[in-house]
């Protein structure tokens, strides 16, 4: 089953000479579990990608669908609505709140749907990425590698249709970096979660099950690696 079709995806920006294609006419599938890496040089259109996929930055043509879901033909209100509960946003820095424990900052998507979280669900979380004895600190009290966990727990919450994550060991020492492949894999392999990783490393590219090359906004590779 395919949960995510993209088709002839196109993105600009600028005028002229100084014209950058960032989404050239993409178009690819990603299957129920896979986990896929995206990569490619700096300016290629990886990040740009991610973020059409995620509905944070419109197309100027072509389709998104997540799960049979037309991401833009929902109104506003209801991207919102999916950028909150069907895909779940991994960045390099973290992006919790300060203010919010790491519990609160998990299921704070939840809040903002005036929902009552799943303890079930969030105490396995914290259990499957190693933050249970870290539940009610702070983010200015954990490690980096600590933060980048809470901040998956965060994107996973929901139980989201594909899980979306930009550079997610690109502000990380090698150690931690080890650690955040590991339990990305882990994650895949264990909830079944489909993943599209932008990255710069190879040591996560080298875990996922597939590599999407991008170049100029198009896609110049496309290897299943297992």
Same mark, same amino acid.
């Given at each position: 089953?395919?949960?995510?079709?993209?088709?002839?995806? =196109?993105?600009?920006?600028?005028?002229?000479?100084?014209?950058?294609?960032?989404?050239? #006419?993409? #178009?690819?599938?990603?299957?129920?579990?896979?986990?896929?890496?995206?990569?490619?040089? #700096?300016?290629?259109?990886?990040?740009?990608?991610?973020?059409?996929?995620?509905?944070?930055?419109?197309?100027?043509?072509?389709? *998104?669908?997540?799960?049979? &879901?037309?991401?833009?033909?929902?109104?506003?209100?209801?991207?919102?609505?999916?950028?909150?509960?069907?895909?779940?946003?991994?960045?390099?820095?973290?992006?919790?709140?300060?203010?919010?424990?790491?519990?609160?900052?998990?299921?704070?998507? &939840?809040?903002?749907?005036?929902?009552?979280?799943?303890?079930?669900?969030?105490?396995?979380?914290?259990?499957?990425?190693?933050?249970?004895?870290?539940?009610?600190?702070?983010?200015?009290?954990?490690?980096?590698?600590?933060?980048?966990?809470?901040?998956?727990?965060?994107?996973?919450? #929901?139980?989201?249709?594909?899980?979306?994550?930009?550079?997610?060991?690109?502000?990380?020492?090698?150690?931690?970096?080890?650690?955040?492949?590991?339990?990305?894999?882990?994650?895949?392999?264990?909830?079944?979660? &489909?993943?599209?990783? *932008?990255?710069?490393?190879?040591?996560?590219?080298?875990?996922?099950?597939?590599?999407?090359? *991008?170049?100029?906004?198009?896609? *110049?590779?496309?290897?299943? =690696?297992?």
């Amino acid at each position: 089953m395919e949960i995510l079709e993209v088709k002839n995806l =196109t993105k600009t920006y600028g005028k002229g000479e100084s014209l950058i294609k960032a989404a050239d #006419s993409i #178009s690819f599938t990603v299957p129920k579990g896979q986990m896929a890496a995206v990569v490619g040089a #700096s300016g290629s259109g990886k990040s740009t990608l991610l973020h059409i996929i995620g509905g944070v930055e419109k197309p100027e043509s072509g389709n *998104v669908l997540v799960n049979g &879901t037309d991401v833009y033909s929902l109104s506003e209100k209801e991207l919102a609505a999916y950028r909150r509960t069907k895909v779940g946003l991994i960045y390099q820095f973290y992006n919790l709140l300060p203010i919010l424990n790491v519990s609160d900052n998990i299921t704070l998507p &939840t809040f903002m749907d005036e929902k009552k979280p799943d303890e079930k669900r969030l105490a396995e979380l914290l259990e499957l990425l190693g933050l249970s004895d870290r539940a009610s600190h702070l983010p200015s009290q954990l490690s980096g590698g600590q933060q980048q966990r809470a901040a998956i727990a965060r994107a996973l919450f #929901s139980s989201p249709d594909i899980l979306l994550a930009d550079e997610p060991t690109g502000n990380l020492d090698s150690k931690s970096s080890e650690e955040i492949i590991t339990l990305l894999r882990t994650t895949s392999e264990q909830l079944g979660q &489909t993943m599209l990783i *932008v990255t710069h490393d190879e040591k996560i590219a080298a875990r996922c099950d597939r590599i999407i090359t *991008v170049s100029d906004g198009r896609i *110049v590779g496309d290897e299943v =690696t297992s």
